[in-house]
Structure formats: C-alpha cells, structure tokens
Nanobody, 117 residues
C-alpha cells in the first residue's frame, strides 16, 4: 500500500521559514517525479514545485521562485520543500504528489501552513 506522509507545516510569521517533508512508503520512490501542490482557502489547488525522479531538474511556480526549494533524498524515500521568506499568501494546505506517467498518481493527506503575524 502506497503511503505519502507530509509533515513540517505550522504557524510562522511573515518572512519566516519552514521545511516540509514527504515520506513515502510502499513505492519505489526513486522512480517517480515529485510535486508539491497547495490549496488556499477558497482557491483551486495549484502546482508549487516539481522535481524529476533523479532530482536533476526542478521547476517552480512564479509566485515561489527564488523563495522555495524542492529536493529529494531517494535513499531515504523522502522529499522536501524548503520555504523561505514566507508571505501571507503562502498560507495553504500543502500536498505532496508522486506521479509516473498518467497511470500512477499518489497524494499525501496534506500539511497546513499558516503565515500570520
């Protein structure tokens, strides 16, 4: 059974940092591209960052570029999202996603990030 468990969310002040983790089990983690999505209250889920299966390529939404860094440790079956210089508008539930083609698509339960003064 595939499980993705996100952690690391919480309450942080504007300008602060958080590191989200996504621990995978029941899956060959290194075979999947990884994405982080987020969904803010009343808004649609949006793609935040993407990294290829071997970690060689990553990409970011314009709204987080230069502030967020996606990474992965395939030996630990874990992915990360380092979030710096957090803004109020980064408040959302963040979801980890592993995807292989169009057939295999797995999601975590989400971790809540609240940026507030």
């Amino acid at each position: 059974q595939v499980q993705l468990v996100e952690s690391g969310g919480g309450l942080v002040q504007p300008g602060g940092s958080l590191r989200l983790s996504c621990a995978a089990s029941g899956i060959i983690f290194s075979g999947y591209a990884m994405h982080w999505y987020r969904q803010a209250p009343g808004k649609e889920r949006e793609l935040v960052a993407f990294i290829t299966s071997n970690g060689g390529t990553s990409n970011y939404a314009a709204s987080v570029k230069g502030r967020f860094t996606i990474s992965r440790d395939n030996a630990k079956n874990t992915g990360y999202l380092q979030m710096n210089s957090l803004k109020l508008e980064d408040t959302a539930v963040y979801y980890c996603n592993l995807r292989l083609g169009r057939t295999y698509d797995y999601w975590g339960q989400g971790t809540r990030v609240t940026v507030s003064s």
